[in-house]
């Protein structure tokens, strides 16, 4: 019988799982003008709660995911779910109206009283209406709205900035995995001293970090099929290329190997027993594949010394990514799907 999900306790009265279902992939599934099931696709996130991952991670700009999870939030008691969701403003005026109506549109997509936690994002920190928004987004917690406010993509000395500023913050949703360990140094320490935890999205780099590529001829990027693979094929290029990325696949199978669980639960577990980190969001295709058994395998194992040493050989062979968390949205080389995003700058 598998282990219990693990939880963490993110912020006073929010638990959620170590796992978290991340819904991004809801937009890639509507890329072209293709829509989904609904009520479908909400049937498969019940599924997800019922094996005892109950937390939930979107965002305004996920495609219907925000919809999806209000279908689902309608069936259920919400105190039985943990609904994260983002507001990723367009680059423009950050006046009161603006974030109260972001909030509201998420709150009815939702259909809930209050959002569990609001994660804001902004695309570059040399306009200062980001701090406007953190500071309208605190007005909005206090009235009620919003439980909690994290930040996601944030770097180091801007995380800094919105803590000290006043702003209570949760945590901070940044990409962390075997390939990208930026998070691992300064930002840990940052988040350990000011009670920020973080929330780690890309831990199997986009289905990289498995059995599917091991020992397989390097893909040419017209062939990748989803945005994830396109975005973290860059990282593999950027940390060295596919060669050198094959190795940290070698070291990664030899401790599943010796644990009898998968290269995902490996890749996974390594981030999850980060010190400043709450839970790893692993995403899931709504109604079309789903790794519940396996994932559950993640509660019934550690990393014991050999297995860390193994893995960490094989990491200080990569090329570290440039920069802080977060700067693949805001600086060259854009590691994005689209590899470019000067019309958001």
Same mark, same amino acid.
């Given at each position: 019988?598998?282990?219990?999900v693990?939880?963490?306790?993110?912020?006073?009265?929010?638990?959620?799982?170590?796992?978290?279902?991340?819904?991004?992939?809801?937009?890639?599934?509507?890329?072209?003008?293709?829509?989904?099931?609904?009520?479908?696709?909400?049937?498969?996130?019940?599924?997800y709660?019922?094996?005892g991952?109950?937390?939930?991670?979107?965002?305004?700009?996920?495609?219907?995911?925000?919809?999806?999870?209000?279908?689902?939030?309608?069936r259920?008691?919400?105190s039985?779910?943990?609904?994260?969701?983002?507001?990723?403003?367009?680059?423009?005026?950050?006046?009161?109206?603006?974030?109260?109506?972001?909030?509201?549109?998420?709150?009815?997509?939702?259909?809930?009283?209050?959002?569990?936690?609001?994660?804001f994002?902004?695309?570059?920190?040399?306009?200062?209406?980001?701090?406007?928004?953190?500071?309208?987004?605190?007005?909005?917690?206090d009235?009620?709205?919003?439980?909690?406010?994290?930040?996601?993509n944030?770097?180091?000395?801007?995380?800094?900035?919105?803590?000290?500023?006043?702003?209570?913050?949760?945590?901070?949703?940044?990409?962390?995995?075997?390939?990208?360990?930026?998070?691992?140094?300064?930002?840990?320490?940052?988040?350990?001293s000011?009670?920020? &935890?973080?929330?780690?999205?890309?831990?199997? #780099? !986009? $289905?990289?970090?498995?059995?599917?590529? =091991?020992?397989?001829?390097?893909? +040419?990027?017209?062939?990748?099929?989803?945005?994830?693979?396109? &975005?973290?094929?860059?990282?593999?290029?950027? #940390? !060295? $290329?596919?060669?050198?990325?094959q190795? =940290?696949?070698?070291?990664?199978s +030899?401790?599943?190997?010796?644990?009898?669980?998968?290269?995902?639960?490996?890749?996974?577990?390594?981030?999850?027993?980060?010190?400043?980190?709450?839970?790893?969001?692993?995403?899931?295709?709504?109604?079309?594949?789903e790794?519940?058994?396996?994932?559950?395998?993640?509660?019934?194992?550690?990393?014991?010394?050999?297995?860390?040493?193994?893995?960490?050989?094989?990491v200080?062979?990569?090329?570290?990514?440039?920069?802080?968390?977060?700067?693949?949205?805001?600086?060259?080389?854009?590691?994005?799907?689209?590899?470019?995003?000067?019309?958001?700058?």
């Amino acid at each position: 019988m598998s282990a219990a999900v693990e939880r963490c306790d993110l912020a006073p009265g929010l638990s959620v799982s170590r796992v978290l279902t991340g819904m991004w992939q809801v937009a890639d599934m509507e890329r072209d003008g293709r829509s989904l099931d609904l009520d479908a696709a909400a049937d498969a996130m019940e599924f997800y709660a019922g094996a005892g991952f109950t937390s939930f991670d979107m965002a305004d700009h996920y495609g219907s995911a925000e919809v999806i999870a209000g279908r689902l939030s309608s069936r259920l008691s919400p105190s039985s779910l943990q609904l994260l969701t983002k507001w990723v403003p367009k680059p423009g005026p950050m006046t009161r109206v603006v974030v109260r109506k972001a909030v509201e549109t998420s709150l009815r997509r939702l259909g809930l009283e209050r959002l569990d936690l609001l994660q804001f994002h902004t695309w570059t920190y040399e306009d200062p209406g980001w701090l406007d928004g953190l500071r309208f987004l605190q007005e909005l917690v206090d009235e009620g709205l919003i439980k909690h406010l994290g930040l996601t993509n944030f770097d180091t000395e801007h995380l800094l900035v919105a803590v000290e500023g006043g702003t209570s913050i949760a945590s901070n949703q940044i990409c962390f995995s075997l390939l990208d360990r930026r998070a691992a140094d300064r930002m840990q320490r940052v988040c350990l001293s000011k009670n920020v &935890k973080l929330l780690a999205y890309g831990t199997l #780099a !986009g $289905g990289f970090l498995t059995e599917r590529w =091991l020992g397989q001829p390097e893909p +040419r990027f017209e062939d990748l099929v989803t945005q994830s693979q396109m &975005k973290y094929k860059r990282f593999i290029n950027e #940390a !060295g $290329g596919w060669d050198v990325f094959q190795s =940290l696949l070698a070291a990664v199978s +030899r401790v599943a190997n010796r644990k009898g669980v998968s290269m995902a639960n490996v890749a996974a577990r390594y981030v999850l027993e980060q010190q400043a980190v709450c839970g790893v969001i692993i995403g899931a295709r709504l109604s079309k594949s789903e790794h519940i058994t396996d994932t559950l395998r993640l509660f019934e194992f550690s990393l014991d010394k050999t297995s860390q040493e193994d893995i960490n050989l094989a990491v200080g062979r990569l090329k570290p990514l440039p920069g802080d968390c977060g700067d693949e949205y805001r600086k060259p080389p854009f590691l994005t799907a689209a590899g470019d995003l000067s019309d958001h700058l």
